[in-house]
């Protein structure tokens, strides 16, 4: 069974019916370029950002295929939740947790991306119900570099950042909207260790935390 949320700083939902398809597309940055004697050259660059696509179904009634965690809501409950991410002009969060048919777990992804659009449609014959195709694009953050003359004081060279040493804590308190993710992610520096935390607290299930819920780290 797969889960997919969709979060932005403490507001988080749970898409109510998984998409049955998901399209990843990696961008292109090659360029191919003309020289003399020689005709066409690819010149191999950097992959560009990803992009996400996907169909998502808000029922309006509870199917029982529809998944919940706070009980059921209506479809404008999340019309609301993607207008007001896209007005917030802020990266969301992508978070997927895939678990195979027997149980087990497999990698599960968690990606900054731009909201880039949704498009919403309403179909003959599903009265209540809205299908809504929404567009991603992965969010890289733009960082400012230093620069200080060099040796010499005719060129310049990079500075080094300078970040603080964080001192790791012991335990944490989950907050309403984290998930095992996000906490291995900010207290470990790597989302992926999720397993390992879910492993150390005897947590069968990693997608299901509850607020006030203290993890050892």
């Given amino acids: 069974m797969y889960r997919f949320y969709l979060k932005q700083g403490e507001t988080q939902f749970l898409f109510p019916v998984t ?6 597309k990696v961008g292109n940055c090659n360029e191919t370029v003309q020289i003399l004697q020689m005709g066409q050259v690819n010149l191999l660059k950097n992959a560009g950002l990803e992009e ?13 295929f529809v998944q919940v965690e706070e009980g059921f809501r209506e479809p404008s409950y999340f019309l609301e939740r993607l207008k007001d991410f896209k007005k917030a002009q802020k990266p969301v969060q992508l978070i997927i ?10 990698f599960c992804s968690n990606v900054e991306m731009g909201l880039e659009e949704y498009n919403i449609l309403e179909q003959g014959g599903e009265q209540g119900d809205f299908w809504v195709e929404i567009a991603l694009k992965e969010y890289r953050k733009m960082q400012s570099i ?57 947590i069968s299930n990693p997608s299901l935390i509850y607020p006030g819920q203290v993890i050892k780290l």
Avoid at 97 to 106: C, M, N, P
């Fill in 19 to 24: 998409p049955s398809q998901v399209q990843t």
């Fill in 52 to 64: 996400v696509r996907f169909r998502a179904l808000f029922p309006g009634r509870q199917y029982h």
């Fill in 97 to 106: 947790f895939r678990r195979l048919a027997d149980g087990s777990q497999i």
């Fill in 146 to 202: 230093a620069y200080r003359p060099a040796s010499g004081g005719n060129t310049l060279e990079k500075q080094p950042a300078q970040r603080p040493a964080k001192e790791m804590a012991k335990t944490y308190v989950v907050k309403k909207g984290d998930n095992l993710w996000n906490i291995a992610k900010k207290e470990l520096g790597d989302g992926s260790k999720f397993g390992e935390l879910a492993k150390k607290n005897g």
